[in-house]
């Protein structure tokens, strides 16, 4: 569970799937079967804070370890990340950062801007960051297509307040994107 107490991971309503239980991760986590592939799904809210890197470099590998040896899988959520923790992330844990792969365009960076989402008020510190993420793991060559490319994928920021939702609540994550 996240420090938020809630954490979902929707997919699409003809996907077969299996949620993993075994997770040691603020996460929910599953395995999908995407056309003919296998390949694992995960949503996560890690621990925010600048002081918590280390705290969320942990997490992650432990998210990580949830899906099987050598399965492709993708890894989308808030991780809080900041930018100084990216090469830990990418180059230890051997995970390739969506966001960069898919050479989106600058101005799409920030996942998390309060210049113009004024959820906290006008008064409040305004800063710009990319707390969410999107990692991708490949996987083996017995787990995925063949010569798999990352498609040149422009994300951005599309929700700047509470979503409403059917039932009439309101939704938490106000940073989304696409």
């Given amino acids: 569970i996240s420090h938020c107490n809630y954490t979902q991971l929707w997919v699409r309503n003809n996907m077969f799937f299996q949620r993993i239980t075994k997770c040691d991760a603020p996460s929910v986590a599953a395995v999908a079967l995407v056309d003919e592939y296998v390949i694992g799904l995960s949503s996560s809210h890690l621990i925010p804070g600048k002081k918590n890197s280390l705290i ?12 099987p040896c050598g399965m492709a899988f993708v890894m989308a959520g808030d991780f809080n990340m900041r ?4 090469k830990p992330v990418e180059e230890r844990l051997g995970l390739v950062d969506a966001w960069k792969a898919g ?9 998390w801007n309060s210049f113009s989402n004024q959820y906290h008020g006008p008064e409040a510190f305004k800063f710009r960051c990319r707390f969410d993420r999107i990692f991708i793991n490949r996987g083996s060559i ?28 309101k939704c938490c994550k106000f940073h989304l994107s696409d």
């Fill in 56 to 67: 969320r470099f942990e997490q992650i590998k432990s998210l990580k370890k949830c899906f």
């Fill in 83 to 86: 930018k100084s923790e990216d």
């Fill in 103 to 111: 050479e989106s365009r600058q101005n799409h960076m920030y996942t």
């Fill in 142 to 169: 017995t787990s995925r297509p063949p010569n798999p490319t990352m498609a040149k994928v422009d994300f951005k920021l599309v929700a700047n307040k509470p979503l409403i939702m059917r039932e009439g609540g």
